[in-house]
């Protein structure tokens, strides 16, 4: 760790806004890498803020989201570092019928007026849901998406709302077979079965939250070489690298520009790859 970053976080203390045992994940790097000590508030419902299973709406976007809870935690408390996690789930956006899992971490530093995010993005999810007509069909889902190490959810339908309608947090085969035939007896045709996404059913979703929280570590370690605030990132990529061969540009990322939140100053890092000219094989001229 540089000796600047450990200058401004040394020892200090800090909240994560989480009920769903994140802190196992992030509060070990976060305690390592910056030397604060990690507070978890007590009696904080992050539901409040929106639910996967929708019988609460996400408060706007996902950061908007993950400050909204970072703000809450920090009213509460006397401490003003806030930590807060979301993610997010969905298809690919390149590749049809593959999942998506995003997860972002954020670090709000009253003290010293920085908000940083840490992000991840992949298909490592289990991210999966399913109707289902029988018994045998919902374990067959189960043991799809790795349970009973993985939870699941199982509701009459998918939009239900209505808390004797679902049940959520089955990580246990017994608890798995009587939900399916309570709920079964309720709606005999077809029921609703998906992956519990919650960090602490979700060990798949706990390492992508471990992995956003490395990147914010990250980006924290980065000082501006103006003002030595953290957080100096990449807010752009400029493309147009040159082909080795014809020289026309190409399509692959020749700089990074990196920006100071704080005071604005810009650098720009020139072929980030480490390669001054791009392959044939990828430019439009000599290989269209
Ligand atoms: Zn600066
Ligand atoms: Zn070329």
């Keep these: 760790m540089d000796t600047k970053v450990k200058e401004l976080f040394l020892n200090r ?3 994560i806004a989480t009920m769903h045992k994140k802190e196992l994940v992030i509060a070990p790097i976060l305690e390592k890498e910056l030397g604060i000590s990690v507070t978890i508030p007590v009696n904080f419902n992050t539901d409040l803020f929106g639910t996967f299973t929708n019988e609460v709406e996400r408060a706007g976007d996902q950061l908007q989201a993950a400050q909204k809870k970072v703000e ?3 009213k509460q408390s006397n401490v003003s570092i806030g930590i807060s996690s979301e993610g997010s789930f969905g298809p690919h956006p390149f590749v049809p019928y593959l999942p998506y899992n995003r997860e972002l971490v954020l670090l709000v530093d009253q003290e010293q007026e920085l908000e940083i995010v840490g992000y991840i993005a992949n298909s490592n999810t289990n991210y999966a849901q399913k109707v289902i007509k029988t018994v045998e069909e919902a374990y067959e889902f189960a043991i799809s998406i790795g349970f009973p190490t993985h939870g699941v959810i199982v509701k009459t339908n998918p939009s239900t709302r209505n808390v004797d309608e679902m049940v959520k947090g089955i990580t246990d085969v017994n608890h798995l077979h009587h939900v399916l ?5 309720k709606s005999p045709d077809s029921l609703y079965i998906e992956t519990d996404m919650r960090a602490l059913y979700n060990p798949t979703r706990m390492k992508n939250i471990e ?3 490395i990147d ?3 980006k924290i370690s ?3 070489p103006k003002c030595s605030t953290p957080g100096f990132e990449v807010i752009k990529s400029k493309k ?7 020289g026309c540009q190409t399509e692959i990322v020749r700089s990074y520009i990196y920006e100071c939140k704080k005071c604005n100053y810009q650098e720009e890092e020139h072929y980030p790859n480490g390669k001054e000219y791009a392959d044939p094989a990828q430019c439009p001229l000599c290989n269209p």
């Design 13 to 15: 203390q800090a909240i």
């Design 72 to 74: 809450k935690a920090l």
């Design 181 to 185: 035939h309570n709920l079964f007896s």
């Design 211 to 213: 992995l956003a929280t």
């Design 216 to 218: 914010l570590v990250s």
């Design 222 to 224: 980065s000082l501006c």
């Design 240 to 246: 147009g690298l040159e082909c080795e061969y014809c």
